[in-house]
């Protein structure tokens, strides 16, 4: 599971996610995209289960980027517990995922698999998703 | 090399709100710069530039704009700036070039051939530079580079300073920057890798805390499901670092035990 080595603080505050992606909203390494279209967290989990369903379809073809990385702790408290006593325990860790941003990148197969592979990936996703291709690639 | 043209209309308001306007009249708000003359802002058509796209294809070209004020100018396309989820265009910059001065151009790599580490070894060709920065005067301006891929095996990797010398054209950048290199498909142990070291990490972080017993537990959960050498590697580390700490488990149970004390 991705979760950061260190962090220099163990807790942080919720934040925001408004507006799109500023950065990292093109594809920079592969043929193929997976971009975001709506907001949401994607924990490390859900990261692990999209690379898992892509790296299956493709059967050790083709080269895989992703380009998120679960940097933001998320804390819950046990449960039975009553509020108050301060906040609770790290449980996991979510990277913020704005509109536009590139997940996952893909090269080396043919544009079919490529779709099909992100499709699934895309079903493990609390967001909408969709395929991009890189301009000037002959699909 | 062959010319396109372009109908460009300067453009009186700057800003967000100007632009916005033209965007919304069918106009893409641009500008036009160079060595010689002073920025100047414009409007392109968004009909006639989506068309004008189409007819470039990708290649590096010249564009000939027209206006009716001045006399036509060649310019090269620098930047387009698109929305990145309506696919909008927002911007385009434009930068004047001399007929008989050098200029400084991105140009797209093009693969030819099938490389021999596909077709047999079953590999997969990587690009490292999409394209490629060159020196030339704009009647030298090749539409594409085309590197040769069929003699690059697995393992292989074709640099900036092994492309094929193309006439008054000069490559700009290190030498030893690769254009397309053949390597076997490990996307996965590239991931693993970067996976396995942070969960033993970040247990001792987590440790040092008395009251994140919750997150020891998701450690613990992580390890079995992660089907790895890696990730069973990942437990006696954390072991390791808190010997003292109870177990996953224990943890759990000194969380119940806290509410009882209140």
């Given amino acids: 599971m991705l979760s950061p080595a260190r962090t220099k603080y163990r807790k942080s505050q919720k934040g925001s996610r408004s507006g799109n992606a500023k950065r990292g909203h093109s594809l920079a390494f592969g043929e193929f995209g997976l971009q975001s279209l709506t907001r949401g967290p994607m924990t490390g989990q859900q990261i692990e289960a999209a690379r898992i369903v892509i790296s299956r379809h493709l059967k050790r073809k083709g080269k895989l980027w992703i380009r998120v990385f679960p940097h933001k702790p998320i804390t819950k408290k046990p449960a039975e517990v009553r509020q108050g006593q301060g906040k609770g325990p790290v449980e996991y860790y979510v990277a913020q995922i704005k509109p536009g941003l590139v997940l996952f990148e893909l090269a080396g197969v043919p544009v079919a698999i490529a779709r099909e592979a992100f499709r699934l990936a895309d079903s493990k996703l609390p967001f909408h998703c969709r395929f991009i291709v890189r301009e000037g690639t002959v699909v | ?262």
């Fill in chain 2, 1 to 262: 090399m062959k010319n396109y043209q372009l109908n460009v209309m300067a453009r009186q308001g700057t800003g967000r709100s100007a632009s916005r306007r033209l965007r919304n009249a069918g106009k893409i708000p641009a500008v036009l710069y160079g060595k010689h003359t002073k920025p100047e802002s414009l409007a392109v058509g968004t009909v006639e530039f989506i068309q004008l796209l189409k007819d470039i294809a990708g290649k590096a070209s010249l564009v000939e704009l027209k206006r009716d004020s001045a006399a036509p100018s060649l310019s090269i396309l620098q930047e387009i700036q698109r929305d990145p989820i309506t696919d909008r265009f927002l911007h385009i910059d434009l930068q004047e070039v001399k007929e008989n001065e050098k200029m400084v151009i991105n140009v797209t790599v093009h693969l030819t051939g099938e490389s021999t580490g596909v077709k047999n070894e079953n590999g997969v060709l990587e690009i490292g530079s999409h394209q490629v920065r060159i020196r030339c005067l704009p009647k030298d301006l090749p539409p594409f580079i085309e590197v040769d891929v069929t003699e690059l095996s697995v393992g292989k990797t074709i640099h900036l300073g092994d492309l094929k010398p193309i006439t008054g054209v000069e490559f700009l950048g290190s030498k030893d920057q690769p254009v397309v290199s053949c390597v076997e498909p490990v996307a996965e142990v590239v991931v693993e890798a970067a996976a396995a070291a942070p969960v033993a990490g970040a247990v001792p972080a987590e440790g040092a805390a008395p009251a994140a017993g919750a997150v020891p537990a998701e450690g613990a959960a992580a390890a079995p499901a992660g089907d790895d050498a890696k990730a069973a590697a990942g437990a006696p580390a954390k072991g390791a670092a808190a010997p003292a700490a109870a177990a996953p488990v224990k943890g759990a149970g000194d969380k119940k035990a806290a509410p009882a004390k209140k």
